[in-house]
């Protein structure tokens, strides 16, 4: 966690705008195609780093949450996200993807580009679906975009050891190789898909309605 420092976020803030708004407003046609998502506009973005993503839903008219460990990262999300945080339908949040309770219910919660293998491990991996689980509103949808895994990407498995060892992240091992459409399954989630996409997984699953 140390490693999302003020000089990381800033380098983060300003190199990671394009994957955003590449990846979400595909995020938000999946999700509007969804029952709930043809009228719920609420968004948890879990692990939402400095922000970008929810400032193109805030710019769609959606409410959002911002969760994140990092004070750098959250600075930055702030103040992308100002007009909104000053108009009261963005706020971000600080804390622990694994350990968390909000008063708000969401339609939509994503977590995007690698934050699950950030966790320490599986009991933190289980304890945040939980977490999920409990601030969707009935037949919300969680999309995670991930790393790929070494079952459905064995061709990449020389990349993912190589990340391994130029990133400090103690899970990312255990989870190539953990059963995440099993922890899902297992938190209480249905309907789970998951498709790789180069090196990224993405799965979507939805709590029940
Ligand atoms: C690679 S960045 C992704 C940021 C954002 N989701 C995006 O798509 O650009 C990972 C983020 O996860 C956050 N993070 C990692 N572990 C976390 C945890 N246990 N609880 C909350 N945030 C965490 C980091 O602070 C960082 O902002």
């Given at each position: 966690?140390?490693?999302?420092?003020?000089?990381?976020?800033?380098?983060?803030?300003?190199?990671w705008?394009?994957h955003a708004?590449h990846v979400a407003p595909i995020l938000r046609?999946f999700y509007?195609?969804?029952?709930?998502?043809?009228?719920?506009?609420?968004?948890?973005d879990l692990c939402c780093g400095?922000?970008q993503l929810?400032?193109h839903?805030?710019?769609?008219?959606?409410?959002?949450?911002?969760?994140?460990?990092?004070?750098?990262?959250?600075?930055?999300?702030?103040?992308?996200?100002?007009?909104?945080?000053?108009?009261?339908?963005?706020?971000?949040?600080?804390?622990?993807?694994?350990?968390?309770?909000?008063?708000?219910?969401?339609?939509l919660v994503v977590s995007t580009f690698d934050v699950l293998n950030h966790?320490?491990?599986?009991?933190?991996?289980?304890?945040?679906?939980?977490?999920?689980?409990?601030?969707?509103?009935?037949?919300?949808v969680l999309v995670l975009a991930d790393s790929i895994q070494?079952?459905d990407?064995?061709?990449?498995?020389?990349?993912?050891?190589?990340?391994?060892?130029?990133?400090?992240?103690?899970?990312?091992?255990?989870y190539?190789?953990?059963?995440i459409?099993?922890?899902l399954?297992?938190?209480?989630?249905?309907?789970?898909t998951a498709e790789s996409h180069f090196m990224a997984r993405v799965w979507a699953a939805?709590?029940?309605?």
């Open positions: 966690m140390q490693a999302y420092s003020s000089a990381f976020a800033r380098i983060y803030n300003e190199r705008v394009e708004r046609a509007e195609s969804t029952a709930l998502g043809a009228e719920n506009r609420h968004l948890l400095t922000g929810a400032v839903f805030l710019e769609h008219g959606y409410t959002v949450t911002g969760f994140d460990f990092s004070e750098p990262m959250l600075r930055y999300a702030c103040k992308n996200a100002a007009p909104y945080v000053a108009g009261g339908q963005a706020r971000f949040v600080q804390g622990d993807a694994s350990d968390f309770a909000l008063d708000e219910r969401y339609g966790l320490p491990d599986e009991a933190a991996l289980r304890a945040c679906f939980a977490c999920v689980y409990r601030v969707l509103e009935p037949g919300g070494l079952a990407s064995p061709q990449f498995s020389v990349a993912m050891e190589n990340f391994r060892r130029a990133f400090h992240e103690p899970y990312y091992p255990d190539i190789r953990d059963d459409d099993a922890r399954s297992a938190a209480g989630f249905q309907g789970i939805q709590k029940t309605p």
